[in-house]
T-cell receptor, first 112, second 113 residues
Framework: GQNIDQPTEMTATEGAIVQINCTYQ??????LFWYQQHAGEAPTFLSY????GLEEKGRFSSFLSRSKGYSYLLLKELQMKDSASYLC?????????????FGQGTELSVKP | KAGVTQTPRYLIKTRGQQVTLSCSPI?????VSWYQQTPGQGLQFLFE???????NKGNFPGRFSGRQFSNSRSEMNVSTLELGDSALYLC????????????FGPGTRLTVT
């Protein structure tokens, strides 16, 4: 089966850096994804990692370690608009399509 | 380019009824996936369609079904509604070869009373 764990809630200060961790157990692996979801809105794609290492995209970076079943999303220079739920999702090795298994999400609150 | 659209946005049904939800993907996207989102279970995968064929299926009962048309528009149907089916139903579309980057629609909020 598949299991994805991430913290339920996190709080950080505007301008700071926050790291949201995600651990996963899957029957095979074919990619890890991060999505952002603001309250009342649809999720939006942030990043995709299939190989080990760090992927940087502006203020957001995502890291993957396949041997450890571990990923993190790093948000720098936090802004109030970054307050949202951050969803970690994985795709298993037999799946080349769009079937993603999501974690429960981490609710991030950015305080002034 | 227009985003993913879903209709209706809100729906109230009673137990035992059936419902059909519609999703129009971004132009050129041939893959459409459906998800159910609830506060307790989070986002759960229902099924994925590609070129009118179901490519992947989640762990939902047979009351949940879907289909895709030749223009890539997709519908999902839930029969014999239960209170627990109350949820936000999201569809997402993606380009062939880029299924990792899914674009979600605004969702249909279904309330079963």
């Amino acid at each position: 089966g598949q299991n994805i764990d991430q913290p339920t809630e996190m709080t950080a200060t505007e301008g700071a850096i926050v790291q949201i961790n995600c651990t996963y157990q899957t029957s095979g692996f074919n990619g890890l994804f991060w999505y952002q979801q603001h309250a009342g809105e649809a999720p939006t794609f942030l990043s995709y990692n299939v190989l080990d290492g760090l992927e940087e995209k502006g203020r957001f970076s995502s890291f993957l370690s396949r041997s450890k079943g571990y990923s993190y999303l790093l948000l720098k220079e936090l802004q109030m608009k970054d307050s949202a739920s951050y969803l970690c999702a994985v795709r298993d090795k037999d799946n080349q399509g769009g079937k993603l298994i999501f974690g429960q999400g981490t609710e991030l609150s950015v305080k002034p | 380019k227009a985003g993913v659209t879903q209709t209706p946005r809100y729906l109230i049904k009673t137990r035992g009824q059936q419902v059909t939800l519609s999703c129009s993907p971004i132009s050129g996207h041939r893959s459409v996936s459906w998800y159910q989102q609830t506060p307790g279970q989070g986002l759960q995968f229902l099924f994925e369609y590609f070129s009118e064929t179901q490519r992947n299926k989640g762990n939902f009962p047979g009351r949940f079904s879907g289909r895709q048309f030749s223009n890539s528009r997709s519908e999902m149907n839930v029969s014999t509604l239960e209170l627990g089916d109350s949820a936000l139903y999201l569809c997402a579309s993606s380009l062939s070869g880029r299924q990792y980057e899914q674009y979600f629609g605004p969702g249909t909020r279904l309330t079963v009373t």
